[in-house]
């Protein structure tokens, strides 16, 4: 059976809103902004909770993947509440293309919404690989470089204010800052400011600076990284407000910037035509748009080092840590940047580690937990812990989990051991021993 639901048009963009799931916070509010200069009416939704997920369920097979059910329970959640004129509304969801599930949201999202009674919902595919190109949302070049300015200054943010909130003399200050600023680059956004490379560079020392003024006494804590699969390790509703949680057991978190992952994308163009072959007209236009994003993710960097704050490498050094680990051609499940991700956040002072993967997808366990006994044999102190998000896996138990990575943390943060080198065959219970009978 075929299930259709109207595909957005152009026409629509005056009279309809266009609800956008919640992934990323505070990047999606600049996105949001971007969206409004461009004449779209949106709403990034917050309804949160386990009814979203039970809601999901109703309509999508547990075997589905765990973020298209969440994403489709939290539409129809907020369709179901009575909060809008179902008559002018519209859904976006976003689609990743190649291998992965995501490729098939937006059908399993059709499907959803015939079967919940909104057959008349249009629904609009934001994706840069040629999927549903009927329902694609239309997409300007000043629209395109606001939501990449907004990814930019979102990570920025994010990065200063979990690097400011761990230490704060007066709580608060942190979480002030960043609105603020977010006010201020929402107010750009919607002028046509700032949003060039050039301006964008600028802005950064600025921003930097402003977060520098807080009063900090920065004393020793368990420092905590979260990587994962794209939708769990950003999305509260996704990994059960993770970045709180971690918050709230004294720790410092390091959540590596959404632009990594826009990276990783426009990298494996140029990767695929190496490794396989193709156009290699679209692998130089890739490095040279590579090039120019890691340009201004450097100068974004610079700044933050220039007052004092942890700011990462280049996306090009990134792209050199998992050689020997994992083939740069390993693409799916978040691919050879998952693992990459992980040994930046140890090298760069984060050995604990939360990777944040849903149950069942076996990509992104191959490349995440599959990743973990090896980069523990390259770094000793890596303390790094795979937890499952699913609809039967439980809170408490998720947490108890982390807790447990938390007290070896705490225990190696007190008592401060140089760590001994590691071999996979140590890893794995020691060599093979051959007994011989007599």
Not at 146 to 155: H, L, P, S, T
Not at 335 to 345: D, K, Q, R, S
């Amino acid at each position: 059976m075929e299930y259709m639901t109207p595909n957005f048009t152009r026409d629509m963009v005056k009279t309809h809103t266009i609800l956008i799931p919640n992934m990323a916070v505070t990047q999606f509010r600049l996105i949001q902004a971007a969206l409004a200069s461009e004449g779209y009416k949106t709403e990034v939704l917050g309804n949160c909770g386990s009814e979203v997920a039970q809601l999901g369920l109703k309509y999508v097979h547990n075997d589905t993947c765990y973020p298209a059910l969440l994403v489709i329970g939290q539409f129809l959640d907020a369709l179901n509440s009575g909060k809008y004129d179902l008559e002018h509304t519209a859904l976006l969801i976003t689609q990743t293309g190649g291998g992965c599930r995501a490729s098939n949201y937006i059908k399993l999202l059709r499907k959803a919404l015939v079967k919940a009674g909104y057959g008349n919902i249009p629904v609009a595919s934001l994706n840069f690989s040629g999927l549903e190109k009927g329902s694609g949302l239309p997409l300007t070049l000043p629209l395109i470089r606001k939501v990449v300015a907004g990814i930019f200054y979102g990570d920025m943010l994010c990065a200063l204010r979990s690097q400011t909130r761990a230490y704060e003399n007066h709580p608060g200050d942190a979480d002030a800052m960043t609105e603020k600023w977010i006010a201020e680059i929402q107010g750009w956004i919607k002028n046509d400011k700032n949003y060039a490379a050039h301006d964008m560079k600028k802005r950064f020392y600025d921003i930097a600076a402003d977060y520098a003024t807080i009063p900090v006494t920065r004393v020793p804590k368990v420092k905590v990284g979260v990587v994962g699969e794209i939708y769990v390790k950003y999305s509260p509703l996704g990994n059960n407000d993770l970045e709180k949680f971690l918050e709230s057991q004294d720790c410092e978190v390091n959540l590596p910037g959404l632009m990594g992952f826009v990276n990783y994308c426009i990298a494996n163009y140029g990767l695929d035509v190496e490794l396989y072959g193709g156009n290699k007209l679209m692998q130089t236009g890739a490095n040279a748009l590579l090039s120019w994003m890691d340009s201004v993710g450097v100068a974004c960097n610079e700044a933050m080092r220039h007052y004092g704050f942890y700011a990462p490498g280049s996306f090009r050094e990134l792209m050199e840590k998992p050689k020997g680990i994992i083939s740069l051609g390993a693409k799916m499940g978040e691919g050879w940047l998952l693992t990459a991700e992980m040994i930046e956040l140890v090298e760069g002072g984060y050995s604990n580690i939360v990777c944040a993967q849903p149950f069942g997808c076996l990509p992104n366990h191959i490349v995440g937990k599959g990743m973990i006994n090896k980069i523990r044999a390259l770094h000793p102190d890596a303390n790094i812990t795979p937890v499952d998000y699913d609809p039967s896996a439980t809170r408490v138990n998720q947490e108890n989990r982390i807790k447990l990575m938390l007290a070896v943390a705490r225990e190696k943060l007190q008592n401060p051991v140089p760590p001994a080198p590691l071999t996979a065959e140590d890893l794995a219970g020691g060599a093979p021993q051959i007994t011989t009978t007599v």
